[in-house]
């Protein structure tokens, strides 16, 4: 059984409660691992809060701090086939995928915020000559994270990494679909250096460990990254305990606009496919509205289903493999009534749409393309995490802006043109926390992740990250 680690310690729940983990390519137990409850999240809360007030770890010069998280991502490399097996069999995704993108991905967010340690400056006001006053950042102390299974290992890291550094103690509930690479990883950060109870995990359900979390009156923030349903929930949770800072990053529905002067619409299939099949779609702000005008509608479609083909999916294990499982059959059946539900509602299945079966598992989508998805059709408002593309048609500008914003997400958005004046134009217009011109999903460290309107509000990754761990604290020396 897979326990809990609390203050340094593998912790079994006291209700001697458990979960299954499965594998969904094979629809297999993995194992049996600790379901906590509102009793271990009060046990790590003050394991948290102890090594955070008596602990050196808040109090470690930035140099120091900064050795032990550049050894951590080190090991983290140093594990990497581990990490990557560990991920791939809960959650379904290509191992290759984690092994050359999600690990050292991870790895990577660890040692940058490590490196920007010891180069991060406070302010001097200007005052009086008879006055210094000072505006430094400060930990806030206990931060909570709950992450997401379709990138278990890179959403632990885009929140632990810059809440560590900064200082603070982190409890971290996993998904319960993915929990190894997290439990793996706070072991990781014990060898490396990290003080026990600076950084514990509590794996669980969402009604005890998550909400737990959400409700405890000792943590001082909680960031998430999930669905938009379960982030309103850690909202009201707040407003009913301590008045815990709460950083969100929710769904998405995020458009993908091609316009007739793209001069390269076999790249721009090429990236359109990727945008919305990579991780079986399973990306919050993966490309799932497609909006190509007119004139160049049918070509584009016609190379997109090309390219759609090469997205099948297969064994996980297969480093041939480009997709993988859908994470478990509940997920799978979810995707599949979307795909019902479009063609009864009069949009046309172009390629994909049907479910497959490998060694006794069904948990396998087809690259599933639908044109003539109009702005009313539940596969163009709700977002489906699956590798099924909602495609329409646009015929100038401004209605593919108007087109591309009205949505209740405001996460990403994705553009191709060859005019400049076009691409600034369009992309100013465009409500999404980013945008990637001819391109899509761009991402890195160096900048901030994260959208507007029910996609939430927080920011992961850049040094805008430090925001959300640590707070503005102003001192005033009067001088004599």
């Known amino acids: 059984m897979d326990k809990a680690l609390i203050g340094g310690r593998q912790v079994a729940a006291a209700s001697g409660l458990t979960f299954d983990v499965i594998n969904p390519a094979t629809n297999q137990e993995l194992a049996k691992v600790t379901a906590c409850g509102a009793v271990e999240v009060d046990l790590a809360v003050r394991n948290a809060r102890q090594a955070f007030e008596q602990g050196p770890w808040a109090r470690l010069a930035p140099g120091e701090r900064k050795k032990v998280l550049l050894r951590l991502a080190e090991l983290m490399l140093a594990n990497r086939e581990e990490l990557a097996l560990l991920d791939s069999l809960s959650m379904g995704k290509p191992v290759m995928d984690a092994w050359n993108i999600d690990v050292?991905?991870?790895a990577h967010v660890f040692a940058w915020y490590a490196e920007s340690l010891d180069k991060l400056y406070d302010q001097v006001a200007p005052t009086g000559r008879d006055v210094l006053a000072t505006i430094t950042r400060v930990p806030l102390g206990v931060i909570a994270a709950v992450v997401p299974w379709n990138f278990p290992l890179d959403m632990a890291a885009w929140k632990v990494a810059p809440a560590l550094a900064a200082g603070n103690s982190v409890v971290l509930k996993p998904a319960e679909q993915s929990p190894f690479s997290a439990l793996r990883l706070a072991e990781l950060a014990l060898e490396a250096g990290v003080p026990a109870g600076v950084f514990n995990v509590v794996p669980g359900l969402g009604e005890g460990a998550g909400r737990a979390l959400g409700l405890h009156m000792d943590v001082d923030a909680l960031a998430f990254t999930g669905s938009t349903e379960v982030g309103k929930y850690f909202m009201q949770y707040s407003a009913q305990s301590n008045l815990k800072q709460v950083w969100l990053e929710c769904g998405g529905k995020s458009p993908n606009l091609i316009f007739e002067d793209c001069q390269d619409l076999d790249l721009a299939a090429e990236k359109a496919a990727f945008g919305i099949f990579f991780n079986q779609g399973e990306v919050c702000s993966a490309n799932s509205r497609l909006l190509v005008q007119r004139s160049i509608h049918d070509e584009f479609v016609e190379r997109l289903t090309a390219k759609a083909r090469q997205w099948l999916p297969g064994n996980p294990l297969d480093p041939a493999s480009k997709s993988g499982a859908?994470?478990?059959?509940r997920q799978t059946e979810s995707v599949m009534g979307y795909i019902r539900q479009a063609r009864e509602s009069g949009a046309t299945l172009v390629c994909g749409g049907r479910q497959l079966t490998f060694d006794g598992s069904s948990n396998f989508i087809e690259p599933t393309l639908f044109t003539g998805v109009t702005a009313d059709?539940?596969?163009?408002?709700?977002?489906?995490?699956?590798?099924?593309?909602?495609?329409?048609?646009?015929?100038?500008?401004?209605?593919?802006?108007?087109?591309?914003?009205?949505?209740?997400?405001?996460?990403?958005a994705s553009l191709w043109s060859d005019d400049l004046n076009r691409a600034h134009r369009v992309a100013g217009r465009l409500n999404a926390g980013t945008v990637s011109v001819n391109t899509v999903d761009a991402l890195d460290v160096t900048v901030p992740f994260g959208g507007g309107k029910q996609s939430g509000f927080g920011r992961d990754l850049s040094l805008h990250a430090f925001d959300k761990y640590t707070q503005l604290k102003t001192t005033w020396f009067q001088l004599r």
């Not at 859908?326 to 059959?329: G, S």
């Not at 977002?383 to 990403?412: C, K, R, W």
Request: aromatic share 6%; hydrophobic share 50%; proline share 7%.
């Open 104 to 106: 050292p991905g991870a």
């Open 326 to 329: 859908i994470v478990d059959p």
């Open 377 to 412: 059709m539940q596969l163009a408002r709700e977002e489906v995490f699956g590798p099924v593309l909602a495609i329409s048609v646009f015929d100038t500008e401004d209605q593919a802006i108007a087109m591309a914003n009205d949505h209740i997400y405001g996460l990403a």
